[in-house]
């Protein structure tokens, strides 16, 4: 057995055979349905390592932790979705339209449902009033 890199997405997988190009069905049927394997993919690197955050998923973290809104449910799910996108050549453009669709949408409802930043005048006046409280407490 031979370990080798996918000419379609990159993604390792232990080769059956010495000429074995992809990792399965899904990537064959994509380079038989392109005519060959894209330049573009065919010197694609994949980390390693894949929990390594792309550009995407970096991008949406940033923006669900000024809402507060990371650790959420739906912070969780969008980073998952960012992920996903994040990924070279695992899905096909529609499917990717449709990731990219519900990524959007996540995000708009987490924003919608979290603190944002432009509240930090009602942070500094809800701490105020604590320490008034406490104060008048003792």
């Known amino acids: 057995m031979i370990r080798r890199r996918c000419d379609v997405c990159g993604v390792p997988y232990v080769a059956q055979r010495p000429t074995s190009r992809f990792c399965g069905g899904t990537c064959r049927g994509r380079a038989f349905r392109w005519g060959g ?21 970096v991008a949406v973290r940033t923006e669900l ?15 998952a979705l960012a992920a996903r996108v994040d990924r070279p050549g695992r899905e096909s453009g529609p499917a990717l339209a449709a990731l990219t669709r519900e990524l959007r949408a996540t995000l708009a409802e987490a924003w919608a449902s979290g603190r944002h930043s432009a509240s930090i005048a009602e942070r500094l006046g809800d701490e105020l009033a604590q320490r008034r409280a406490r104060r008048g407490s003792r």
């Open 37 to 57: 394997v894209p330049a573009s993919l065919a010197v694609l690197e994949v980390d390693d390592e894949p929990s390594a955050p792309g550009a995407t998923a």
């Open 65 to 79: 932790d000024a809402v507060e809104q990371a650790g959420s449910s739906l912070g969780v799910l969008a980073l």
